[in-house]
């Protein structure tokens, strides 16, 4: 397996961190509920595919953590 470097580390913990972002800002005005729904289930999966990565050194999951709830 390839080795992941810190780099990319800090790559997946940005894109953890809009999703984490995008979850504790609430709906957008305009976005129907059902899109919003939609947008909700999608980006608190991807927080939990990526708390289950092994590569994490010192980030802060507990942002991640409590959005994907």
């Not at 800090?10 to 972002?21: E, F, G, K, P």
């Not at 979850?23 to 939990?48: C, F, Q, S, Y």
Request: no cysteine.
């Amino acid at each position: 397996m390839e080795e992941i470097t810190q780099e990319q580390i800090a790559q997946h913990y940005s894109a953890a961190m809009d999703s984490v972002n995008l979850i504790n800002a609430g709906k957008p005005e305009g976005m129907t509920a059902e899109d919003w729904a939609d947008t909700l289930v999608r980006n608190k999966e991807h927080l939990k595919i990526m708390l289950a990565k092994d590569f994490w050194t010192t980030e802060d999951l507990e942002p991640l953590r409590t959005a994907s709830i």
